[in-house]
């Protein structure tokens, strides 16, 4: 797993959006190989192909933009919330997260675990309000289910309620 830290102060949308789009590269590039053979098949006149495969590359893509939205919401709240002092974007072949670094208070934590499978949620609105027939939208309804104690962000949702008022310390760097 790649890994890399980033201090807080130095978090601007640039550098969390490229360090969001290097954890995600290998599925990434996975879908950009399957974009462009979609594009070859309709060029050469292979349309049997075509349907089924953009198909399942708009799915696959609205499930990797839901992880990038689920994600980047995480980084906004840490980025927003005191105590924090770098953030780590961890990826690999088939996950990525950021792990928060330094000190937050129960609330904090509560709300920033919510912020990450809500916004992935609320950005299936439209999809779902669009193109109801193409159930694009349920693969951002699915990060809800990230909210349940056995996902990182439930584990961090119920660390933060049961301790409302109480700091919670979280990774630290080595000096």
């Known amino acids: 797993m790649k890994l890399s830290a980033v201090p807080i102060g130095d978090l601007k ?7 969001l789009l290097w954890a995600i590269r290998v599925p990434g590039v996975a879908l950009a190989i399957g974009f462009t053979g979609c594009a070859v098949c ?3 006149g292979v349309p049997a192909i075509l349907q089924p495969a953009l198909w399942l590359l708009i799915h696959a893509s609205c499930l990797l933009l839901g992880f990038v939205i689920h ?4 980084v906004l709240g840490l980025k927003l919330t005191p ?3 770098h953030v780590i974007f961890a990826g690999s072949w088939l996950r990525f997260s950021v792990v928060p670094m330094g000190s937050l208070v129960g609330w904090q934590a509560a709300l920033i675990a919510l912020g990450g499978p809500l916004a992935a949620c609320v950005a299936g609105v439209p999809l779902a309000a669009a193109l109801p027939d193409q159930a694009f939208h349920w693969w951002f309804f699915l990060h809800s289910i990230f909210l349940l104690p056995p996902f990182g962000d439930g584990r961090s949702l119920v660390k ?3 301790n409302w008022r109480r700091p919670l310390q979280l990774l630290q760097m080595d000096s």
């Open 71 to 74: 994600e980047g919401s995480h």
């Open 13 to 19: 949308v640039t550098v969390a959006a490229k360090s």
């Open 83 to 85: 105590g924090i002092t």
């Open 42 to 44: 309709a060029i050469a």
């Open 160 to 162: 933060g309620l049961l």
